[in-house]
């Protein structure tokens, strides 16, 4: 698992290791620079021009550290320096005070005039202007050299280099503060930013590369893994435990409660993708009458029927009682329910959802999407039973579910996805996977996933029940509801990832998705 870490824990990590640790800064910020410099060495031709953008802040000290560094390996290097001199402090400060030995030319703000001539004169440009201090939205004058930058990128091909974040982007949201640098590739350092990973900040950051520059791993903001993410090699000791001498009831009974009328693909996806997660048997509740279509296409479900008297909107009694004792009996043996996918909007799932809640024990992990978590949307007093599950639901809303469950517009939720997550947990007390072009994972502890797999072709119809598939056969292996998740949310993206190189990311399905589902202790 790799750590991630916000502005304020950055900072946090930076002064403990400084005032705690005695680490002097300025041996950070050298280790930070020679990081930088090790990546724009094997990329730039030998004796090649860079210029080094420095802000007043230490993102600038890294830029003079840098610029003194490529010097001294014969580059041929120029700083335009973006404030006032006499106003650098501390570190920063140490290092411009170098530079003349150096005999490194430095622009100041008034020669901005002959800037886009040195910027068409540069192979790479380095954009150490702002970090994690980025207080406010950029304006004036910084703007127009943000402008000159990304100007030189997308017009004559000049490569930009960003060090520790994009000069603009919100190391915590992603999001642009009033225009932002966009970057071929960034170095950032200790650990990835939540802005590195999210949108639109993702797209402004290139290759990004962490650099370790020796901050102790018992500096208490990198000790505990509360924000994370997961690379390829984390996964197979994550995966749900197999041993030779096992059998079918080693590996949980998932109930699902899926499919109506008119949407049986969707139960299906689901089905078919939770087997492909190991899992040892799929049960599922459903219409008595869509029952040939499932066994037809799945063979290797078990299926517990209902019978239906009524589909009407007035929200009586709509399921023949009696036929409900063998669900009530399933739901006593399972080890975890999904419910939702492919359910459509019919009056009958209502109490089918009120069912489920009464007979899962709150241990039991329990998945709701698509029109189950519109019904928890719209009845508070479902809401309210999800909540005294104790946190062993895990919800898998896309942006328009979560609208409905927060009672706020989409374009709010988009904005702000690392807020939504968490409100969806505390509203719910529950694990919340909230699906995005970035997806993250909530657990009501305040543990943070950012998923880093995927790609555009998953936008496609059943992905979703695909992933809801997943996540409900993994917590019915015993894992738990949040890591059942966050391992589930990756392994979809990694699927879809499989399946765009094979199927191209516009001809891909969902079913391409789940065919793609491979899990193995050797990945
Ligand atoms: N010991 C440390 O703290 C280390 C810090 N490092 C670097 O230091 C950076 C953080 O340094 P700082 O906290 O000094 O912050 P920055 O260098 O990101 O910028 C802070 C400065 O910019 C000003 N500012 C903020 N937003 C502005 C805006 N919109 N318009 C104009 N001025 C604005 C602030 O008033 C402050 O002077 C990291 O990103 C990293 O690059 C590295 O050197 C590693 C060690
Ligand atoms: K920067």
């Given at each position: 698992m790799s750590k991630v870490l916000f502005g304020a824990d950055m900072h946090a990590a930076d002064e403990y290791a400084m005032q705690v640790c005695k680490i002097p800064g300025i041996i950070l910020m050298e280790a930070a620079a020679r990081s930088?410099?090790?990546?724009?060495?094997?990329?730039?031709?030998?004796?090649?021009?860079?210029?080094?953008?420095?802000?007043?802040?230490?993102?600038?000290?890294?830029?003079?550290?840098?610029?003194?560094?490529l010097k001294q390996k014969g580059m041929n290097v120029k700083i335009f320096l973006n404030g006032d001199p006499d106003r650098l402090k501390g570190d920063?400060?140490?290092?411009?005070?170098?530079?003349?030995?150096?005999?490194?030319?430095?622009l100041r703000q008034d020669q901005v005039y002959i800037l886009d001539s040195l910027i068409d004169q540069s192979e790479w440009l380095v954009d150490a202007?702002?970090?994690?201090?980025?207080?406010?939205?950029?304006?004036?004058?910084?703007?127009?050299?943000?402008?000159?930058?990304?100007?030189?990128?997308?017009?004559?091909?000049?490569?930009?280099?960003?060090?520790?974040i994009p000069s603009g982007i919100d190391a915590d949201s992603g999001q642009i503060?009033?225009?932002?640098?966009?970057?071929?590739?960034?170095?950032?350092?200790?650990?990835?930013?939540?802005?590195?990973?999210?949108?639109?900040g993702k797209e402004h950051a290139g290759h990004v590369t962490v650099a370790d520059i020796g901050i102790p791993d018992s500096v208490p903001a990198l000790e505990e893994e509360v924000k994370f993410t997961l690379e390829r090699d984390d996964i197979p000791a994550l995966l749900p435990v197999r041993y030779n001498r096992s059998h079918k009831g080693s590996y949980g009974r998932l109930l699902m409660a899926a499919g109506s009328r008119n949407m049986t693909g969707a139960a299906i996806l689901s089905a078919r993708s939770a087997y492909k997660t190991g899992?040892?048997?799929?049960?599922?509740?459903?219409?008595?009458?869509?029952?040939?279509?499932?066994?037809?296409s799945l063979p290797e479900v078990v299926i517990t029927p209902y019978e239906i008297i009524k589909e009407t909107v007035d929200c009586g009694s709509t399921i023949e009682q009696s036929s409900l004792a063998p669900l009530r009996e399933q739901l006593a043996i399972c080890s975890a329910v999904l419910a939702g996918p492919g359910w459509s909007q019919v009056c009958y799932v209502q109490e089918l959802l009120g069912v489920l809640l009464d007979m899962t024990p709150s241990h039991i992990p329990m998945v709701l999407d698509a029109d189950a978590l519109n019904i928890l949307a719209s009845r508070p007093e479902m809401a309210e039973r999800v909540c005294r599950r104790g946190g062993h639901t895990i919800l898998t809303p896309h942006l328009g579910e979560a609208a409905r469950l927060l009672q706020k517009p989409v374009?709010?939720?988009?904005?702000?996805?690392?807020?939504?997550?968490?409100?969806?947990?505390?509203?719910?007390?529950?694990?919340?996977?909230?699906?995005?072009?970035?997806?993250?994972?909530?657990?009501?502890?305040?543990?943070?996933?950012?998923?880093q797999t995927g790609n555009h072709g998953m936008a496609t119809a059943g992905s979703g029940d695909v992933l809801a598939g997943i996540i409900a056969g993994l917590a019915a292996q015993g894992l738990s509801a949040f890591k059942a998740a966050?391992?589930?949310?990756?392994?979809?993206?990694?699927?879809?990832?499989?399946?765009?190189?094979k199927e191209g990311a516009y001809s891909m399905t969902a079913s391409d998705i789940c065919r793609n589902l491979r899990f193995s202790k050797i990945n």
């Amino acid at each position: 698992m790799s750590k991630v870490l916000f502005g304020a824990d950055m900072h946090a990590a930076d002064e403990y290791a400084m005032q705690v640790c005695k680490i002097p800064g300025i041996i950070l910020m050298e280790a930070a620079a020679r990081s930088v410099v090790e990546r724009l060495t094997v990329q730039c031709t030998p004796g090649g021009r860079v210029l080094v953008f420095c802000g007043m802040g230490n993102n600038g000290g890294d830029g003079f550290a840098i610029a003194r560094m490529l010097k001294q390996k014969g580059m041929n290097v120029k700083i335009f320096l973006n404030g006032d001199p006499d106003r650098l402090k501390g570190d920063a400060l140490t290092n411009y005070s170098m530079l003349s030995a150096y005999k490194i030319p430095v622009l100041r703000q008034d020669q901005v005039y002959i800037l886009d001539s040195l910027i068409d004169q540069s192979e790479w440009l380095v954009d150490a202007l702002f970090g994690t201090g980025l207080a406010r939205d950029i304006d004036g004058l910084t703007e127009q050299i943000i402008h000159h930058i990304n100007r030189a990128r997308e017009e004559n091909g000049a490569k930009v280099m960003a060090v520790d974040i994009p000069s603009g982007i919100d190391a915590d949201s992603g999001q642009i503060r009033g225009c932002a640098v966009k970057a071929d590739e960034t170095v950032t350092f200790v650990c990835k930013k939540p802005g590195l990973m999210l949108y639109p900040g993702k797209e402004h950051a290139g290759h990004v590369t962490v650099a370790d520059i020796g901050i102790p791993d018992s500096v208490p903001a990198l000790e505990e893994e509360v924000k994370f993410t997961l690379e390829r090699d984390d996964i197979p000791a994550l995966l749900p435990v197999r041993y030779n001498r096992s059998h079918k009831g080693s590996y949980g009974r998932l109930l699902m409660a899926a499919g109506s009328r008119n949407m049986t693909g969707a139960a299906i996806l689901s089905a078919r993708s939770a087997y492909k997660t190991g899992v040892g048997l799929v049960d599922m509740a459903l219409p008595k009458e869509i029952r040939p279509v499932i066994q037809t296409s799945l063979p290797e479900v078990v299926i517990t029927p209902y019978e239906i008297i009524k589909e009407t909107v007035d929200c009586g009694s709509t399921i023949e009682q009696s036929s409900l004792a063998p669900l009530r009996e399933q739901l006593a043996i399972c080890s975890a329910v999904l419910a939702g996918p492919g359910w459509s909007q019919v009056c009958y799932v209502q109490e089918l959802l009120g069912v489920l809640l009464d007979m899962t024990p709150s241990h039991i992990p329990m998945v709701l999407d698509a029109d189950a978590l519109n019904i928890l949307a719209s009845r508070p007093e479902m809401a309210e039973r999800v909540c005294r599950r104790g946190g062993h639901t895990i919800l898998t809303p896309h942006l328009g579910e979560a609208a409905r469950l927060l009672q706020k517009p989409v374009q709010e939720i988009s904005a702000n996805l690392m807020d939504s997550v968490r409100q969806l947990t505390e509203k719910y007390n529950a694990c919340v996977a909230l699906k995005d072009a970035v997806t993250l994972v909530a657990s009501p502890e305040g543990k943070l996933y950012i998923n880093q797999t995927g790609n555009h072709g998953m936008a496609t119809a059943g992905s979703g029940d695909v992933l809801a598939g997943i996540i409900a056969g993994l917590a019915a292996q015993g894992l738990s509801a949040f890591k059942a998740a966050y391992l589930g949310v990756y392994l979809h993206g990694a699927a879809g990832d499989l399946a765009a190189q094979k199927e191209g990311a516009y001809s891909m399905t969902a079913s391409d998705i789940c065919r793609n589902l491979r899990f193995s202790k050797i990945n």
